[in-house]
């Protein structure tokens, strides 16, 4: 059965409760209390807590979570319900698939260092931004095929099964993985707006269309001669920002490394803010500075309508 979050006044804190007909009680077992309610004969653990706690006289105050506790997606970050710094997002697939995160830390590295090679002949300013050339579109390339990588190990580690992929299945990730609201600043080059690189994902007719850097990627990869200016340094920061942004909302705050060329160069400077609900719920009390994968399991997906937000 699933957890239930309950919003606690005046303090506006959040407790996490697992409920089923005989037995309810509070998971991380705040401040030591050991406070759990269990059914008598002819009644539910429910009608227990409402007889002895005045928390009903305004409403049911437990909303359930999207997970049971102990659940996670794979390579699908979420806060951690009851850590200290709870808005910081975690994915036990970090520590679960060691070869896999150091696969793409080491591809979006070298992206990275070619950036830098472009970045020391053509400054990336605003003005600038519509340079194109050889490099830079080779460059768009790889960075999009290794988006492409990034979502397609995403739908097929939460059981999507097909051959191949398009846009319009991996415009399903924009909802679950709250993609659109993530936004990249660069400390290397001040000038730079942020760049939200999904922002708008999904939300046209066109998904492949939504993303201007994507669709220019596509178009100078199938036709250079008639299409080459739209391989320029616009789209290649927009398409390593998307990696970036994959690596975040894959693994959380550790997507990029731990003080890593990556995480220096790519600051996440927006970030969703995950209602408690969408949060990953231990299985047991948590020692907050052990976020360990131990005290998770992956759910069992079946199909790709699993990812669709609902």
């Known amino acids: 059965m699933p957890c239930f979050i309950r919003a606690v006044s005046p303090q506006n804190m959040e407790e996490a409760w697992y409920i089923d007909d005989e037995i309810a009680y509070d998971i991380l077992n705040r401040n030591g209390l050991a406070r759990e309610f269990r059914a008598r004969p002819g009644e539910t653990a429910l009608d227990r807590m409402r007889a002895e706690t005045p928390w009903f006289e305004d409403g049911d105050p437990f909303h359930p979570t999207r997970l049971e506790m102990g659940q996670f997606y794979r390579r699908i970050a979420r806060p951690l319900f009851g850590a200290r710094d709870g808005d910081r997002s975690w994915c036990p697939s970090l520590n679960l698939e060691p070869v896999v995160v150091a696969g793409s830390h080491g591809q979006a590295l070298s992206l990275l260092r070619q950036l830098e090679r472009i970045c020391q002949t053509v400054h990336p300013c605003p003005k600038n931004l519509c340079t194109f050339g050889h490099d830079i579109r080779n460059l768009l390339i790889l960075a ?33 993985m709250r993609l659109r609201e993530f936004a990249v600043s660069f400390p290397s080059f001040p000038e730079l707006e942020p760049i939200y690189p999904f922002k708008g994902w999904g939300l046209g007719s066109n998904p492949t269309a939504d993303l201007l850097w ?21 789209g290649v920061f927009q398409a390593l920002s998307a990696v970036a942004v994959m690596l975040v909302a894959q693994y959380g705050e550790y997507g990029l490394g731990y003080r890593s060329d990556l995480s220096r160069f790519f600051i996440i400077s927006q970030k969703p803010t995950w209602p408690s609900f969408e949060s990953y719920i231990p299985n047991q009390s948590l020692s907050i500075s052990n976020w360990s994968h131990d005290l998770f399991a992956p759910i069992n997906h079946s199909d790709l309508e699993v990812l669709k937000d609902k």
Not at 145 to 161: D, H, I, K, P, Y
Not at 164 to 175: D, I, Q, R
Request: glycine share 4%.
């Open 144 to 176: 999009c095929t290794e988006v492409e990588a990034q979502w397609r190990g995403v739908l097929t580690s939460n059981g999507a099964q097909k051959k191949s992929f398009s846009t319009k299945e991996y415009v399903n990730l924009a909802n679950i």
């Open 214 to 234: 994507y669709a220019d990627y596509n178009a100078v990869k199938h036709n250079r001669e008639q299409e080459f200016e739209r391989a320029n340094l616009d």
